[in-house]
């Protein structure tokens, strides 16, 4: 059981290239995000999935896109890498399927992205 | 639309020292749920607590203890007899009760630094 697993755990980029930051869980939780953390400002999210199939957009969507066609994936693409990107991305998932929205989150490990 | 404020945005005091990390939150629920996280020098967020807003007994577990108070809308945490492994960055975090507002919306976060 490895729970939220995200890769890469650290990536570089030049500004404009694109990449797909993964995320796999295997907890069968209904509910994933992912989440920037920057110096001062907390987690903040970018997008969110209640279900395969079903996405929608969070405190800070701009520059990034998602897709959810499994329960146990959901990859956050950066279409054009820009500098503010630089950030420490944190995927969550929580609600086992079937249960109430009353559990806890649980974090991957992170990825910690530099944009140059 | 809900908030979570961590006014304190660094502490510092020395081992065996009691300290509380406070939090207020702002939300138009009626049922809604409280959590903090520990965010150790590893960079992992690990759970530490989740409150319902329909039970105001404080909880306690070992040195940490949590005081709810709903007519001040705040959730405060403190650490007994604090150790050095205490040091960390702790986050309050607060979601709704429903599937379509279960999104947890974080605090910026308090960096606790104990002194040996």
């Known amino acids: 059981n490895a729970g939220v697993t995200q890769t890469p755990k650290f990536q570089v980029l030049k500004t404009g290239q694109s990449m797909t930051l993964q995320c796999a869980q295997d907890m069968n939780h209904e509910y994933m995000s992912w989440y920037r953390q920057d110096p001062g400002m907390g987690l903040r999210l970018i997008h969110y999935?209640?279900?395969?199939?079903?996405?929608d957009q969070g405190e800070v969507p701009n520059g990034y896109n998602v897709s959810r066609s499994t329960t146990e994936d959901f990859p956050l693409r950066l279409l054009s890498a820009a500098p503010s990107q630089t950030s420490v991305y944190f995927c969550?998932?929580?609600?086992?399927?079937?249960?109430?929205?009353?559990?806890?989150?649980?974090f991957g490990q992170g990825t910690r992205l530099t944009v140059v | 639309a809900q908030k979570v404020t961590q006014a304190q945005t660094e502490i510092s005091v020395v081992e065996k020292e009691d300290v509380t990390l406070d939090c207020v939150y702002e939300?138009?629920?009626?049922?809604?749920?409280l959590f903090w996280y520990k965010q150790p020098p590893s960079g992992e967020l690990v759970f530490l607590i989740r409150?319902?807003?329909?039970?105001?007994q404080n909880e306690i577990s070992g040195r940490y203890s949590w005081n709810f108070q709903k007519s001040t809308s705040s959730f405060n945490f403190t650490i007994t007899a604090s150790q050095v492994v205490d040091s960390a960055v702790y986050f309050c975090a607060l979601s709704g009760a429903n599937f379509g507002n279960e999104k947890l919306t974080f605090g910026t976060g308090t960096r606790l630094t104990i002194i040996p």
């Open positions: 969550a998932t929580k609600r086992p399927k079937g249960q109430t929205p009353n559990t806890e989150a649980f």
């Open positions: 999935s209640v279900g395969a199939g079903i996405t």
């Open positions: 409150r319902n807003s329909f039970d105001e």
């Open positions: 939300t138009r629920d009626t049922t809604y749920y």
